[in-house]
């Protein structure tokens, strides 16, 4: 069975960076994408960037030029380098991660979610 954990969130002040971490484990064959949603109070969870097994990043509008979204293919972790952070990025942050993973007797497709990490930004 695969795993994500998530790690990283904490109180900022605005201006601030945080960088959240996401590993995955388990008997992995491959990971597709990796990714980072978010959760604000009383809004629907968002996407707010993922990447691919190539390396292609995709970030929400909202966050282009001040996030990055990046992986380590060799310990199936993902990060996002969250830069001038503001009061909108307050919400948990969820990792997702999609892939093929070994069931013991044949290969299966995986979709699994971290339990979230909290983001504050606020002075």
């Known amino acids: 069975q695969v795993q994500v954990v998530e790690s990283g969130g904490d109180l900022v002040q605005p201006g601030g960076s945080l960088r959240l971490s996401c590993a995955a484990s388990?008997?992995?064959?491959?990971?597709?994408?990796m990714g980072w949603y978010r959760q604000a109070p009383g809004k629907q969870r968002e996407l707010v960037a993922n990447?691919?097994?190539?390396?292609?990043?995709n970030l929400i509008d909202a966050v282009k030029g001040r996030f990055t979204i990046s992986r380590d293919h060799t310990k199936n972790t993902v990060f996002l380098q969250m830069n001038k952070l503001k009061p909108e990025d307050t919400a948990v942050y969820y990792c997702?991660?999609?892939?093929?993973?070994?069931?013991?007797?044949?290969?299966?497709?995986?979709?699994?979610w971290g339990q979230g990490t909290l983001v504050t930004v606020s002075s």
């Open positions: 997702n991660a999609d892939g093929l993973s070994n069931s013991g007797r044949h290969a299966e497709l995986f979709e699994v």
């Open positions: 388990g008997s992995i064959l491959a990971i597709n994408v």
């Open positions: 990447i691919t097994s190539g390396g292609t990043p």
